[in-house]
């Protein structure tokens, strides 16, 4: 089997192509950050145009890449969501038209599925079952992974993740878009010693997490600091947030009675964090496992991965195949949870259904 995943959440266009037996055949990625550098953040509208700019060459980049054809695939996948609607819609829309003109299955796939997976495109690849940290931008959360589609919640951030909070505590420190990368950097260069930040939450008992008000912290302590005290402030947060990470873990961890850790999503490129949780889990027999590093933040591999999971269960493949026509849906808000049972559960039963499992707030396209 052979499928070409298509990703265009928010700002990086990115595509990929997974066979069975080649594993990983093609992967591009166009990333906007100097398109959005310019606002601090990204803008809506201007990724929904970017995507519409660079998607289709960038199809035809990854096929060159893979030497294969649209005639030798058999499935077209798009993340469906979470994300920016515009953004979404534009890979749907290339992704349905690509798969009703091959009469092919499309297959939607959830954007932090796809995160949760992608460390299984590491050799070795973590066995299931195990516990995942997905931490990013939008997302800090602890899930049970018993097996592709089979996603428990565990516990999460109940305000900032810890991403978001990066990227507000890289503008406090005046530091350039995208932050979080740029504050790990000025972190490396400091004493995280000098300032004593807050651990939120860190004594709660249970997994979740708040990082809202180490932000504020930071703001306060900004104030009160000379600008040469910015490298100690980046470390001291840095050092915070990573040390309530790392000690959630281990609760979860406990909880679980898994081996393995998986650690997904753009901050499990952060090497503080890499470095603090194998050193406080490897000693306890876990395994910490992260996806290779380009494959941490968006891409389209980790999309055109996990749809290749799902068609691997019994009966999917036939229900995408019943679906075949146009129209698809996107999800800005979608409940991950209920998306896997979904899949797994009720597309084989029930091939015309629609889902609208959680807090979904969907676009449909005739």
């Not at 979080?180 to 490396?188: D, F, H, Y």
């Not at 000690?247 to 406990?254: D, G, H, I, R, V």
């Amino acid at each position: 089997m052979r499928v070409l995943g298509i990703e265009t959440s928010c700002d990086e266009t990115g595509v990929a192509i997974y066979d069975t037996h080649q594993g990983l055949m093609g992967d591009v990625l166009y990333s906007q950050v100097s398109l959005h550098a310019a606002y601090g953040g990204v803008v809506p509208e201007l990724a929904s145009r970017d995507h519409i700019r660079h998607l289709t060459p960038l199809i035809e980049q990854v096929l060159v890449q893979a030497s294969t054809s649209l005639d030798e695939l058999d499935a077209i996948a798009y993340t469906a969501g979470p994300g920016l609607a515009g953004a979404l819609l534009v890979g749907a829309s290339v992704a349905a038209g690509l798969a009703w003109a091959r009469a092919l299955p499309l297959v939607p796939v959830h954007h932090l599925e796809g995160h949760l997976l992608s460390a299984r495109l590491d050799d070795p690849a973590p066995d299931f079952p195990f516990t995942a940290l997905l931490v990013s931008g939008g997302h800090t959360q602890f899930m049970t992974v018993c097996q592709a589609g089979d996603y428990t919640l565990l516990g999460e951030s109940v305000d900032d993740a810890a991403g978001e909070a990066f990227d507000k505590t890289a503008q406090l420190l005046g530091l350039p878009y995208p932050g979080g990368p740029a504050l790990a950097r000025l972190a490396s260069t400091g004493d995280p010693r000098r300032f004593k930040l807050p651990r939120p939450l860190l004594h709660s008992g249970d997994l979740q997490m708040s990082f809202s008000g180490l932000k504020t912290a930071v703001a306060q302590c900004i104030r009160e600091q000379a600008e040469e005290a910015r490298a100690d402030i980046a470390a001291a947060f840095e050092e915070a947030v990573v040390d309530v990470l790392a000690s959630k873990a281990q609760l979860a961890m406990a909880q679980s009675g898994h081996d393995t850790l998986v650690v997904a999503g753009g901050v499990s490129a952060n090497q503080r964090l890499r470095h603090t949780l194998q050193q406080r889990l490897n000693p306890r027999g876990i395994r910490v496992a992260f996806p290779p590093q380009r494959l941490c933040t968006d891409n389209g591999a980790m999309i055109a991965y996990a749809a290749w999971c799902q068609l691997q269960q019994p009966g999917v493949l036939e229900g995408y195949q019943a679906q075949q026509r146009p129209g698809f849906t996107v999800h800005p808000r979608w409940d991950l949870a209920a998306y896997g049972h979904r899949w797994r559960a009720t597309i084989a039963d029930n091939p015309d259904r629609t889902s609208q499992a959680g807090q979904n707030t969907p676009h449909s396209h005739p």
